[in-house]
């Protein structure tokens, strides 16, 4: 994965990394009484209570394309073989409002191109994998579900 873009981990962020070398997708969410709702990017303080107070819930790793792009000149030159490849914004299923940004491939280690870019649609129903990238960091990426 030599000059590929790969995740920057801060304190706040690090327990999603770390479920995610594990293959698990979890997401931060607020534990104060009275609200309970889910937030990513995770940060310290809730939008929706200020609470402080949360901790990292399962997800079932399944969603829908509610947003993508295919670059066309890729944008650095680590993506130029790889091209014509996607980036999607994925909606969790069970945590409506929570996106992830990610790539639909055809399996977990696949090439960002293995997906043919007219298979992808907008609501397309897709699951989570996890593909270990290098400098200890685990991505996850996405498969469409048939």
């Known amino acids: 994965m030599d000059g590929m ?4 981990v801060d304190e706040d ?17 607020c534990t104060a009484e009275g609200c309970g709702k889910p937030r ?3 940060r310290p303080c809730c939008p929706h209570c200020q609470s402080f107070d949360s901790e990292w ?5 399944r969603g829908r394309i509610w947003s993508y792009v295919l670059p066309h000149p890729p944008l650095l030159p ?19 409002g929570i996106r992830l940004v990610g790539n639909v491939v055809s399996g977990p ?3 960002l191109d ?3 870019p007219a298979r992808l649609r907008i609501g397309a129903p897709v699951r989570a994998v ?7 960091a685990t991505l996850v990426r996405w498969l469409l579900e048939r």
Do not use: H, I, K, M
């Open 114 to 116: 293995s997906v043919d």
């Open 78 to 96: 680590a993506y130029a073989a790889q091209a014509p490849y996607n980036a999607v914004v994925v909606e969790l299923a069970d945590a409506p």
């Open 130 to 136: 996890f593909c270990p990238a290098g400098s200890g």
């Open 40 to 42: 990513f990017p995770p």
């Open 57 to 61: 819930r399962p997800t079932s790793g």
């Open 109 to 111: 280690d696949a090439p």
């Open 13 to 29: 962020g690090a327990p999603f990394w770390e479920y995610a070398a594990r293959g698990e997708l979890r997401v931060q969410a």
């Open 5 to 8: 873009l790969l995740p920057v």
